[in-house]
T-cell receptor, first 112, second 112 residues
Framework: NAGVTQTPKFRILKIGQSMTLQCTQD?????MYWYRQDPGMGLKLIYY???????DKGEVPNGYNVSRSTTEDFPLRLELAAPSQTSVYFC???????????FGSGTRLTVV | EDKVVQSPLSLVVHEGDTVTLNCSYE??????LLWYKQEKKAPTFLFML????IEKKSGRLSSILDKKELFSILNITATQTGDSAVYLC????????????FGKGTKLSVIP
């Protein structure tokens, strides 16, 4: 029972490079989210999805893009990486109905 | 804009002490409030509170919600070094996307 799987766990990018953070869940959850966590700042919502083919912006979407072609996968794309995107990224999912989130183990990204 | 505010932001106590962590919220169409524990990795779920005045308890941890005054507290009795972590408070809004708005967290350090 894998839950939410994020890859990679660590990554160093140079300014201007692009990358995709992968997120897969095997719980058939409709709702999926991407958060970033900066030191001392809690978690801020980047993008979310309420089902395959449906995505929407969260609080801090600039510099990111997402897609949701299947229920299982919710990749986060960083275009033209900037130092301000240095952060820990968490993917999460829920079945809805007020249940808590299941989180992935996180991706620590450094942009230099 | 939905807002969750936690206090204090950090706290240092000795083993055996009792601590109270505070969380206030202003969330559109509030549904429920959640507490998470985070130890250098993904947050792990502690409690979800939906009804006012009903205490949730798990071992030495307990939490209660006051929907009239828009706050919650998390109590930890007889603290142990293993309780050292960041405790995150988050609130669900009534929007259909089940977004969680997180506070910045309280960093608890328990020293022997």
């Amino acid at each position: 029972n894998a839950g939410v799987t994020q890859t990679p766990k660590f990554r160093i990018l140079k300014i201007g490079q692009s990358m995709t953070l992968q997120c897969t869940q095997d719980m058939n959850h409709n709702y999926m989210y991407w958060y970033r966590q900066d030191p001392g700042m809690g978690l801020k919502l980047i993008y979310y999805s309420v089902g395959a083919g449906i995505t929407d912006k969260g609080e801090v979407p600039n510099g990111y893009n997402v897609s949701r072609s299947t229920t299982e996968d919710f990749p986060l794309r960083l275009e033209l990486a900037a130092p301000s995107q240095t952060s820990v990224y968490f993917c999460a999912s829920t079945a809805g109905g007020g249940y808590g989130y299941t989180f992935g183990s996180g991706t620590r990204l450094t942009v230099v | 804009e939905d807002k969750v505010v936690q206090s204090p932001l950090s706290l240092v106590v000795h083993e055996g002490d009792t601590v109270t962590l505070n969380c206030s919220y202003e969330v559109t169409n509030f549904r429920s409030l959640l507490w998470y524990k985070q130890e250098k990795k993904a947050p792990t779920f502690l409690f979800m509170l939906t009804s006012s005045g009903i205490e949730k308890k798990s071992g030495r941890l307990s939490s209660i919600l006051d929907k009239k005054e828009l706050f919650s507290i998390l109590n930890i009795t007889a603290t142990q070094t293993g309780d050292s972590a960041v405790y995150l408070c988050a609130a669900y809004s009534g929007a259909g996307s089940y977004q969680l708005t997180f506070g910045k967290g309280t960093k608890l350090s328990v020293i022997p």
